[in-house]
């Protein structure tokens, strides 16, 4: 005959504890589980049991209710974190005491090397070889180097556009039409040119690699990683997820923030999306051009960083709200699998075709009926002060007026005037910084306007466009005393 396990009570520490005791001799309602199980739930924040007590306990509640405010003031840490690490080393002990565990696999290759991703002094140095090779090397160096060199210098520059112009030239008579297909802006010679021969290929390899990432189970080392940096911000580690997504498109990892569990959290992770996180085009396109400047590249990453972590520190105090508790679960490394890797590439290459290209279309024929009108004109010589300010050249105005139809437009913008041999090392570590820090596109402006509202959305809006044209004076300044060039 089997024996029978006693169930465990979990035991908190004394202070705990002691406000257990103080709110089972405060309950006077008739409830239908233990009083002990209301007073732990009530510790832990549960809404809907502090509903119920409020509605059952009448005035005893603010006694109640005092008792969970004096307990909480004693921890750093919110008391439902607190007590699940309580139930969780009560856990090891029971499975210590009735598992036999096999030492041969905790020593096999696939433990060490989880062990070696989520420890501070090793994982941060493979973070960043992962990010040097599958950011810098494959999306940057091949991506946004090589095949957008082959696709767009060879293949549209040398075939499609003269083809194009040619046939526009010969058989249409009506400028205003040949600049609506053709010629600098028009729906192919620029939309098509943007959205096929630089975006495309930089997207596609960043999904490439972030698949390879994700399906390899890293996704959540890093966010057990990063959770220490993240607290700092405002955040925890589950934001990994939106925040890396981002990369790929911001519009996509606005929407991904409804998984963050505080109001709080979601303002803070969209800010710093809207304000430093470059989605995948204008990242590619930005290491392609930054590429053989790695002082500029530096400088960059510098800047973006830092502003990234001193925006969000400073959010982190002035927002007020809860702080995030964080549990994930860590599922085990393994090799890739090419099928998944193909299949999460492709659903998101998909996605490109049907959401995202017909916007650069969009784009076209906004920018043609904005030179038709003269209205883009007006509004270039408006930004072409800001420009000088910054060290830029006037033809940079253009760049920073598409970057708020498309980012990657702006980006794709800075690498025409970096072919034109406008731009030196300095003005594009300027040029760089500033747009990235830019406005986010429309289509993530109005992601943000149906997730946070209109009073969030513009406040975001107000505060990153003044923002990022000062740090672009500031550190153009800085660049100048330094003799940078």
């Not at 405002?234 to 997820?241: F, S, T």
């Amino acid at each position: 005959m089997s024996a029978v396990l006693q169930p465990e009570t979990v035991k908190y520490d004394e202070t705990i504890e002691k406000a257990i005791e103080d709110i089972i001799d405060s309950l006077k309602g008739g409830y239908n589980i233990s009083k002990r199980s209301i007073a732990v739930l009530l510790l832990q924040g549960d809404d809907e049991i502090k509903h119920m007590v409020s509605r059952l306990e009448g005035d005893g509640w603010q006694r109640i209710s005092d008792i969970l405010s004096e307990t909480q003031k004693t921890y750093n840490e919110p008391l439902s974190y607190i007590m699940a690490m309580e139930r969780q080393k009560l856990a090891w002990s029971i499975a210590d005491d009735i598992v036999e565990e096999d030492k041969a696999a905790d020593k096999s290759i696939n433990e060490r090397l989880s062990r070696l991703t989520m420890s501070p002094i090793t994982g941060i140095p493979i973070l960043l070889i992962v990010l040097y090779l599958g950011l810098y090397q494959f999306v940057g160096v091949f991506g946004a180097g090589v095949v957008v060199d082959f696709i767009e210098g060879t293949i549209f520059e040398q075939y499609i556009n003269p083809w194009i112009n040619g046939l526009l030239i010969q058989y249409v008579p009506w400028p205003a039409l040949r600049d609506l297909i053709g010629m600098d802006y028009g729906i192919i010679t620029l939309g098509l040119r943007y959205a096929v021969a630089i975006i495309l290929p930089i997207v596609g390899t960043f999904f490439f690699m972030f698949s390879i990432i994700e399906d390899s189970g890293y996704l959540p080392r890093i966010a057990m990683l990063l959770d220490r940096v993240f607290k700092k911000i405002g955040l925890n580690g589950r934001a990994v997820i939106p925040m890396t997504l981002g990369f790929g498109c911001d519009t996509m990892a606005t929407l991904v923030t409804r998984t963050l569990e505080t109001t709080r959290e979601r303002v803070i992770a969209t800010l710093l999306l809207a304000l430093a996180i470059p989605c995948s085009a204008q990242l590619g396109v930005v290491l392609g051009l930054l590429s053989g400047h790695t002082a500029a590249l530096v400088t960059w990453v510098v800047v973006v960083i830092g502003v990234l972590l001193l925006i969000g520190y400073l959010a982190a105090k002035v927002i007020p709200g809860e702080r995030p508790a964080f549990f994930m679960e860590v599922p085990p490394l393994r090799w890739p699998s090419l099928s998944n890797v193909w299949m999460k590439t492709y659903t998101r290459m998909q996605w490109y075709f049907i959401e995202v290209m017909p916007l650069f279309i969009l784009a076209s024929v906004i920018i043609w009926l904005g030179n038709l009108t003269g209205l883009f004109g007006l509004i270039i010589s408006w930004l072409e002060p800001l420009m000088h300010a910054l060290g830029l050249p006037s033809e940079a105005a253009e760049a920073f007026l598409f970057g708020f139809f498309r980012r990657d437009y702006g980006a794709g913008g800075l690498y025409d005037l970096q072919k034109a041999g406008l731009l030196n090392g300095r003005q594009l570590a300027v040029a760089a910084s500033t747009l990235t820090l830019f406005v986010p596109c429309i289509a993530q402006f109005s992601i943000m306007w149906k997730e946070r509202g209109a009073k969030t959305t513009l406040g975001i809006v107000a505060f990153i466009i003044p923002f990022a044209f000062a740090v672009g004076y500031v550190l153009n300044k800085i660049l100048i005393l330094l003799g940078v060039s």
